[in-house]
């Protein structure tokens, strides 16, 4: 059996697929594969193990309906189209439960940075400006006791509300679509309302999947519903923040600050305005980089493959979401 890998993926799955007697053959090259890339690199393999690239449209499934899986090295599937997948016969399969830790800690990582201008502070010293300084000079906020706003209380954001209610002691709200009752009783976390989770939170971190609900939903009417001292915060997907309502949401004093590991688009351009606010930061979608992290990935991603290629039931599918 045959598996191609869209990038050099983590050495635990690769390791599982080789000693199992499958041939991977990974795309080595520091470029994005073209659609015909991909049609070409697929046409003989059994499987693809996708780790990143272009989006997994119709018009390359087309030619790829003899892969018995596409295994995705994420939890995320929005860049596949599932409902194509569905019908052409593809299985697709994704990777959760293993990166809740590791993203909920670049969450808090985040929203610490943007609490005391961390990022801004750090170029401060590289520009030669850490000379006289006063009181009341480039000061953050402090984030005891205030309040976090969670929507998408699933793995991630339970992780993320438990580090900051034990670090800080922080009063835990979130939105939504089904009440969380273990967080609740866990945590004395809240259930509102996203009006009320927008006019309450001072951080508001996001933890949700994009789909077209949530595409676009942080805009500029959610913006002006914020505290003016508000933090946000996204870890999740870019798609979900309007950028450029958000750089006018924090020019215009709307919010506080923003904390992002995902932009809208990717990668974000070295010339725009939000890498040098002072109270922005924002990392290159490193949420689950951590090699612990990314071996498990890689391992279930592998599991995945391994179970379609064996004709058994795979453990992660999501086809079935398309229709969510």
């Known amino acids: 059996m045959k598996v191609f890998t869209t990038r050099v993926i983590p050495e635990e799955g690769l390791l599982l697929l080789q000693r199992a ?13 073209t659609l015909e890339d991909m049609i070409e690199q697929c046409k003989d393999q059994d499987a693809l193990f996708y780790a990143g690239g272009r989006h997994i449209d119709r018009p390359f499934m087309e030619h790829a309906r003899h892969l018995k899986v596409i295994s995705l090295l994420s939890v995320g599937y929005d860049n596949v189209d599932l409902k194509a997948a569905t019908e052409l016969g593809i299985q697709i399969t994704n990777t959760p439960g293993v990166l809740s830790n590791a993203t909920a800690d670049t969450a808090f990582l985040l929203m610490q940075a943007v609490a005391r201008k961390a990022f801004y502070q ?3 010293i590289l520009n030669g400006d850490w000379g006289f300084s006063t009181p009341t000079a480039n000061l953050g906020i402090d984030i005891e006791g ?7 209380l699933g793995n991630i954001g339970t992780v993320m509300a438990k580090r900051c209610k034990a670090a800080f002691d922080m009063k835990i709200l979130y939105c939504n679509r089904h009440r969380n009752k ?20 001072d951080v508001l971190s996001v933890h949700t999947s994009l789909t077209p609900e949530t595409k676009d939903k942080f805009n500029l009417e959610a913006f002006r519903k914020m505290k003016p001292t508000a933090i946000f915060i996204n870890a999740a997907r870019g798609g979900i923040h309007n950028e450029t309502d958000l750089l006018f949401a924090l020019q215009d004093g709307l919010i506080w600050g923003a904390g992002l590991d995902v932009t809208n688009p990717e990668p974000m351009q070295p010339d725009n305005p939000l890498l040098n606010m002072p109270t922005v930061a924002i990392l290159p979608h490193i949420g689950s980089a951590t090699v612990e992290t990314r071996n498990a990935m890689s391992r279930i991603a592998a599991e995945n493959v391994l179970a379609a290629l064996e004709g ?13």
């Open 122 to 124: 750090h170029k401060r």
């Open 182 to 201: 273990a967080a609740e009783k866990e945590l004395g976390a809240t259930f509102v309302s996203f009006d009320e989770l927008l006019a309450q939170s």
């Open 21 to 33: 007697g499958v041939t991977v053959k990974q795309w080595t090259e520091r470029k994005e594969l």
């Open 312 to 324: 058994r039931p795979v453990p992660n599918p999501v086809n079935h979401l398309y229709s969510l």
């Open 146 to 152: 205030k309040t976090l706003g969670i929507w998408g």
